[in-house]
């Protein structure tokens, strides 16, 4: 089984920032194909950023410039540094993972991240 957990969300100023944490447990042996998606109220969940299977790393247009994924293998944990949000930033962020021998992929429970005007 995997498990992935996050940590780091909040209330965060508009121009601010803000970093959000994933640990990983279980099945995960890289933090190749993890990554961070995130949905807004009324909203699809949509892909933020995240480390292909092959580690290239791959944002979404909206986030390009503001934000950056990172991480430290050794500890199977991705980062998310959010910096200059803006309203439209709001929503939970959720850790993913896509496990490709056996194929699989898992989701983490999700941090709530609000950004205030």
């Known amino acids: 089984q995997v498990q992935l957990v996050e940590s780091g969300g909040g209330l965060v100023q508009a121009g601010g920032s803000l970093s959000l944490t994933c640990v990983a447990s279980g099945r995960v042996r890289t933090t190749n194909g993890m990554g961070w998606y995130r949905q807004a109220p009324g909203k699809q969940r949509e892909e933020v950023a995240r480390f292909t299977t092959s580690g290239t790393i791959e944002y979404a247009d909206f986030v390009k410039g503001r934000f950056t994924i990172s991480r430290d293998n050794a500890k199977k944990t991705i980062y998310l540094h959010m910096n200059s949000p803006n309203t439209d930033d709001t929503g939970v962020y959720y850790c993913?993972?896509?496990?490709?021998?056996?194929?699989?992929?898992?989701w983490g429970q999700g941090t709530q991240v609000t950004v205030s005007s």
């Open positions: 993913h993972i896509l496990i490709p021998k056996p194929l699989g992929a898992y």
